[in-house]
Structure formats: structure tokens, C-alpha cells
């Protein structure tokens, strides 16, 4: 999933200090699971907020999804009555909401750190850059790309210690963990294999699928 | 004599390292290396060592040949994507440069510009290829170069990675780096001669030339520094007390040296001695040993 956490208060009530009446946007997926902007967050950041600004009109709702058009569209009807939108999603949802309601400024209050997983109660970890082209078959289901702090593709720097990665002692250096997977796995092989130079996708990325778009093209209504 | 017709001789390597500083002074440099130029087949110059800004190693490398001196450019992959590499190279022999060190290089986080975006484009093993095709004549893409170069590439290898896996790690990767065609390594400072013929014994059937790592000790603050923060550089604790002890620690620091390189000598191919400012100590080290 995705992983966010909320801004400092000062920045959020920054960025709402002009409008009087806006709507707080939770999401129930991702911001939901990693307790940065679900139904719990939406209310203590309305709470907050008015706190701070007792003038303030703050309503609150949580789509299932806020990157998802079906559910950004159930808003439709109520965006109209606020002068602004505070999203509780991760930057993908808040520009598929500022998008869809394009008359209307929709304000980040999270900021999205990376797709990751909970490792333990209150500690979450990187494991994908959505890099385009997925190698974890030969690293033992550790990627480097993304959890070598060099991206390095071809085996460990000189930089670990104590199994820790040189940039700092709280993650483990990537390779180890691979080295001991592949291990594990009986495929160190891998490790031997002809070394890769990454080719870096144009950002923005594009996905195109012609077969999905010849059958909508093609459909009868 | 050049450091490749120095390598390709069979002689015991002797290379030595300077770094530039933060500004534009160079002349402290430049007198260090002169202090050493007659007793050493090459000098490195580091590239932006532990990732913080400095002068660049090209220009230095440069001013190194004008002194006749055969320098080793050292390249990291932390700064520059494979464009900047590639030109950096043609450049560098443009300027007279010969010899290559290809390393992957800290991260920015280590130095002091924390917050730089890493590149990391290519890694050592990769940048090392990529040396091999500039030198065929080609670019990375496959055109065609007008005017090819023709570099010594060589690589580092860190003998003392601290447990099994690391180990197995560097050593899959020097491998690596032979096969992309690494034609010496020099190793991290090595102080432990026993761990280091353990090592030498591991990777003893490769075609390549090693040269052995060794960091003048200048106190005991550094050794204890180095024994906690340099990946792989490790400071017996007898070591660190012969240096309290002694009087004269400038005599201790060079006693250590000798005694250590003349222990290696015999299961290496040469020595890279990283004097970091004690230069001056060089050729009486070399004295005593008879190099
Ligand atoms: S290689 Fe890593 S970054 Fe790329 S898609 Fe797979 S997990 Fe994601
Ligand atoms: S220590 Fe390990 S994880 Fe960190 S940069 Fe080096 S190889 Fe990558």
C-alpha cells in the first residue's frame, strides 16, 4: 500500500487560513490502513483545525478511494457548498480529486512517503519504486532498486556494517538480504549473472493497453 | 616508466593517494605529490572523498601529468549519470589521463551536502564495462567514437567486510569487476595481516594484480574513529596501544606501515599507501623496506 503521514498542523492551517468553510476528505484504503488520513485522522484533524479557528466550518467525509473516479464522483453533489477541499489521501488521490473538480483548490494535508508495508506496530518500510520493470525474481523477493540506498543493481557496495546499510544503522543493507534469500532459496546463482544497467522509464509514466481500448471501441451500448 | 607498464612488468606496485580540498588551493597538494613522485608508479586522486564537495580529481589528475606524474582518476557513480560519465572519461584522457579507478562511491547522505540527490546511473561493475566499451571504440549506445581512448581500468575491493555475507558479497562482486575488466584492485586499509592472507588465499586463483591497502595511522582518535565508522577498517586493539604508547608517534605510525607491508608483500601484488597528508613519511617507509 501506499504510505503517508499527516503535515505538521502549522503548514495545514496555512493552507486553509483563507476559506471559511471547507470539507475534509478522508480515504478508506491505503490512508486508512496506514493511519494517516482514514475516518479516525479526518475527525482529530477537523477537530484541530477548529480548534485553532473556531470560525472555521469544517464538514467531513471518507470516500472508499480518492483515486478511484466511481468513488471520487459520489463528492459530486456536496463540493459545491465549500470553498475548498482538504484531502486526507496520498498525492495520487488528491490529484484525482483536484482534477475531477477542477474549480475548486484541493489541498494536500498528508504527505506521501512511499509504497511500503507495516513492519511493526507504528513502523512502516520502502519496498517499491514502481520502477517499470521488476527484477525480484532474481533477488529473492528483496529489491534493490528500492531498498539499496544506491539502487545498485549488481551486488553490494563496501559500505555495510554489522549487516546495516552505510546510510544508516535502522535498515538493513539490501544485498545481505538478498544474499541470505537467494540462500535460502538455493539460487545464488543469481548473484553471478551478467550484470544490468537499469533503463529508466520517461516520467510521466503511461500505461497503454490496445487490447482493453479496441474492446471498448468496439462496444455496443 | 607508466603505472600500466609498471603493472604489466611484474614488479611490486607501489600507488599512494592524494585528495583534493574544499576551495581552490592546490599547492600543498601539489607539494605532497612531489614529495612522493619519484618513489611511487602512481598517484590516485579520490573524487569528492566520503561524498563531500571538493575540487574535482580530473583538473588534479591533470596537473598530476604535467608534473610527470601517472595519475589514477578515481570516477564514482554518486554524481554523475552515464552521459557525464562517459564525457568525464573522454575528457580526462583528453587531459592526458590514463588510468581509471572505478568505484561506486558513499552516499551524498554521508557527506556534507546531505541532501543531494544520489544518481547511481551505473555501479562500479557497470562503470567498469562501460570503460571497456569507450575503450573499443564505442559509446554505451553503440555509436561510434571519433577519437577512442584507451584506459587502465582498475577497481577496490574491501578485504575486511565484517561477516560472511559481506564477504561472499565483495567477493562475487570483484569477480564481477574482473570480468568487466578491472586490471588491479587496491583494497580498503588493512591492518590485520592473519584476516588479510585469509582473504588473499579466497580470491587467489584470479587474474587481476592486488594491491594492499594502508592507512597511515596518525593517532589514537583516528584508529578509534575509523574502528567505528569506516565500513570494513579495522584497528586491532594491540595496535592502538603501541601507538599510545609510543613517544614518538610519527615513528610508531611508520614502524606499524613497514611492518605491515612487509608482511603482505609476499601474498600481493603491491601496496597502496594512503598517507593523507604524512607523505613526507613515504619515502622513508619505502626506504626501510627496500622498495
Ligand atoms: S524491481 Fe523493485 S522497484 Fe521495480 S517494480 Fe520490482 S519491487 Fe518495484
Ligand atoms: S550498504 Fe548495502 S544497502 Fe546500503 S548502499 Fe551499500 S549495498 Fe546498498
Sequence with gaps: ?221 | MSFRQALESGKFLVTAEVGPGKGTEVEHLLKDADIIKDRVDAINVTDLQSSVMRLGSMAVCHMLTDMGIDPVFQVTCRDRNRLALQSDLLSGWALGIRNVLALTGDHPSMGDHPNAKPVFDLDSVTLLEMIGTLNSGKDMSGNELNGTPDFLPGAVVNPGADNEAALDLQIMKMEKKIEAGAKFFQTQGVYDLDAFEKFMKRVEGLNTKVLVGIILLKSVGMARYMNKNVAGVFVPEPLIQELKAAEDKAQASMNMAIRLIKGAKDLCDGVHIMALGWESKIPPIMDEIGL
Design chain 1, 1 to 221: 500500500m501506499i504510505i503517508a503521514e499527516q503535515k505538521a498542523l502549522p503548514e495545514i492551517q496555512d493552507m486553509v487560513s483563507s476559506y471559511r468553510k471547507i470539507l475534509i476528505v478522508g480515504c478508506g484504503t491505503c490512508m486508512t490502513f496506514c493511519s494517516a488520513g482514514g475516518p479516525e485522522e479526518v475527525n482529530k484533524l477537523a477537530n484541530e483545525l477548529v480548534a485553532e479557528n473556531k470560525d472555521m466550518v469544517i464538514d467531513k467525509t471518507t470516500t472508499p478511494r480518492q483515486c478511484t473516479e466511481k468513488f471520487i464522483d459520489r463528492l459530486k453533489d456536496k463540493v459545491g457548498d465549500y470553498e475548498a477541499i482538504l484531502s486526507m489521501a496520498c498525492g495520487n488521490g488528491v490529484q484525482a480529486v483536484a482534477s475531477r473538480f477542477p474549480d475548486k483548490p484541493v489541498l494536500p494535508a498528508l504527505n506521501t512517503q512511499f509504497i511500503g508495508v507495516e513492519k511493526e506496530k507504528g513502523v512502516w518500510t520502502e519496498n517499491c519504486l514502481a520502477c517499470g520493470d521488476c527484477i525480484l525474481w532474481r533477488t529473492g523477493g528483496v529489491c534493490p532498486v528500492t531498498r539499496c540506498a544506491k539502487s545498485l543493481l549488481n551486488g553490494a557496495c563496501g559500505g555495510a556494517s554489522e549487516g546495516n546499510c552505510e546510510v544508516s544503522k535502522d535498515r538493513p543493507c539490501a544485498w545481505q538480504e538478498i544474499y541470505h534469500a537467494l540462500k535460502r532459496l538455493n539460487m545464488l546463482h543469481y548473484l553471478k549473472g551478467k550484470p544490468q544497467v537499469k533503463d529508466w522509464p520517461v516520467h510521466p509514466g503511461r500505461v497503454v493497453r490496445e487490447d482493453l481500448r479496441e474492446i471498448e471501441a468496439t462496444r455496443v451500448d
